[in-house]
């Protein structure tokens, strides 16, 4: 309930901010303007075009910031592994429950994550990483697409 209302009045205050240039420690995405400090879920539900999550990625992986995203449903679950793999991979699991941001927006967002730990890790972080993480199944295809065609 507190999660909701929050949202609606970061929704509505954000609605009224329309652009600002960065020197004021603002981002511009999508003609709207999200103070720097907002958390990443709450920028991927404001976000228009969802092609502006991988700039939010990059800017968390920078920031040192990194967020794998899942969706857990009404009753989220949390697996006794997670607390390693988030130490051993320096990222952290945010679960939306059942308010998550738009599908693209998520997936575009999990996609660049994926292609950073690949880069920082090798694929030993895939067999380590939950199942149920967000288009985790699907980043695998497009990977094997992408080797295929080569």
Do not use: H
């Amino acid at each position: 309930m507190k999660r909701t209302v929050f949202l609606i009045l970061l929704g509505l205050s954000l609605s009224n901010i329309y652009s600002q240039n960065q020197s004021n420690g603002l981002a511009e995405i999508d003609s709207i303007v999200i103070n720097s400090d907002t958390p990443t879920n709450s920028k991927l539900l404001f976000l228009q075009n969802c092609e502006s999550a991988k700039t939010v990625a990059i800017n968390d992986i920078r920031d040192n910031k990194v967020k794998v995203l899942i969706v857990g449903g009404i009753g989220p679950i949390e697996y006794t592994t997670d607390e390693y793999f988030e130490d051993k991979y320096q990222i952290v699991f945010y679960d939306y429950g059942d308010l998550p941001a738009k599908y693209d927006c998520m997936k575009y967002y999990n996609f660049e994550i994926f292609e950073y730990l690949t880069d920082q890790y090798g694929k030993k972080w895939r067999k380590e990483i939950r199942k149920d993480v967000f288009a985790l199944k699907e980043w695998k295809k497009t990977k094997r697409k992408k080797q295929k065609s080569r």
